[in-house]
């Protein structure tokens, strides 16, 4: 089997008497797209910081590309990048100048054709003399998601980033998803509250509660467990406290 290219082992992390994420166990391999899914609360967004470096945990170890997050964190970057709605870019700058800082901070040949790619994949060519800052929520999103993908990264880790966005444009990037994994085959760790993201590109999920694996498998595993006619309605049952969960 193929070494994972993202493996994380008995994670955990406190916030004073807080325990936001409790001994998690997560492997993601290449061209595997694995979702996160939860309530809010569940860990889902700690679990993406702590593999980006941002938050150190408490316990357990986390390696990518064989190597030590906390030993190794530049090199990993350098192959890694992120989306996310809760991080905005340089409000000041125009789109294509935030592009092309990000390309020089990740040392992109080629950046100026690198940076029109982008754009014109994500739709968003006509918005690349346009101020950042001034972009909606959905076109900062499409910009956000075009700087997580300068690097052609080898683990990309990707929170909500259908968020803001309407059915079409949504769409749109659920298949660039499905693109991208199988042209380039980089790890994917894929969080949202869109059931139908989750049920569309998730090869498997985690579903995290109270910062534990409540439980693992393909959507239709998990809906099988649950009991479920849909996600929505596991997820609506497990907000509610209507399923067992064990050892929480």
């Known amino acids: 089997m193929i070494p994972p290219i993202l493996q994380a082992r008995s994670l955990t992390k406190r916030f004073g008497d807080i325990v936001a994420v409790d001994g ?31 938050t150190i945990p408490n316990e357990g170890s986390i390696h990518v590309f064989g190597k030590d ?28 100048q935030n592009l092309r800082v990000f390309a020089g901070l990740y040392g992109v040949k080629n950046p100026g054709e690198k940076i029109e790619e982008l754009l014109e994949m994500l739709g968003i ?16 999103t499409r910009v956000n998601l075009a700087k997580a993908l300068l690097n052609d990264p080898e683990l990309l880790l990707l929170d909500e980033p259908t968020a803001s966005l309407d059915p079409d444009i949504a769409d749109k990037v659920r298949k660039l998803v499905r693109r991208l994994q199988k042209e380039s085959s980089p790890a994917i760790l894929y969080t949202s509250h869109n059931m139908r993201d989750i049920e569309e590109v998730c090869d498997r999920i985690l579903f995290l509660h109270q910062g534990r694996i409540l439980a693992s498998g393909t959507a239709g595993e998990i809906k099988s467990r649950f009991e479920g006619k849909d996600l929505d309605d596991v997820f609506i049952k497990v907000a509610r406290n209507e399923v067992e969960t064990p050892h929480l």
């Open 24 to 54: 998690l166990d997560l492997d993601v391999r290449a061209g595997e797209v694995i979702g996160l899914l939860g309530v809010n609360g569940a860990g889902k967004t700690t679990v993406m910081n702590m593999i980006l470096g941002l």
């Open 69 to 96: 997050l906390q030993k190794h964190r530049i090199e990993i970057l350098k192959r890694t990048n992120f989306c996310t709605t809760y991080a905005n870019l340089p409000s000041n700058l125009k789109v294509w």
């Open 125 to 140: 060519h006509h918005l690349r003399n346009n101020i950042t800052g001034r972009l909606s929520a959905g076109e900062g």
